[in-house]
Nanobody, 124 residues
């Protein structure tokens, strides 16, 4: 599975941004996809995840109510709609995929395939 993330940019606090992740290769075997983010000097953390077939979504408390993850199975694209952005949301955002069902979609170690990061910078 190959993943290509895009959509990052420089925005102001309170603005919105939509990230995209295009999947190719063994896309019919994907079970979960997720977004993780890594701020400068910090560890990579979970931002959102979705089950590819059923659409079940997962969020950490830090983004719940502001971020929405979705997918377009026909086009093999995953999205992350980010609203009410805060300076603390500044990070490189990475998309990831796993082919395995019995894994926790909120954990970095559950994912085998990663895209390159797309940088989101939120100014105050």
């Amino acid at each position: 599975v190959q993943l290509q993330a895009s959509g990052g940019g420089l925005v102001r606090a309170g603005d919105s941004l939509r990230l995209s992740c295009v999947a190719s290769g063994r896309t019919n075997s994907i079970y979960h996809m997720g977004w993780f983010r890594q701020a400068p000097g910090k560890e990579r953390e979970f931002a959102a995840a979705i089950s590819w077939a059923g659409g079940t979504t997962y969020y950490p408390d830090s983004v719940k109510g502001r971020f929405t993850i979705s997918r377009d199975n026909a086009r093999n694209i995953m999205y992350l709609e980010m609203n009410s952005l805060k300076p603390d949301d500044t990070a490189a955002y990475y998309c990831a995929a796993t082919l395995y069902a019995y894994t926790d979609p909120r954990k970095i170690t559950s994912y085998d395939y990663w895209g390159q990061g797309t940088l989101v910078t939120v100014s105050s």
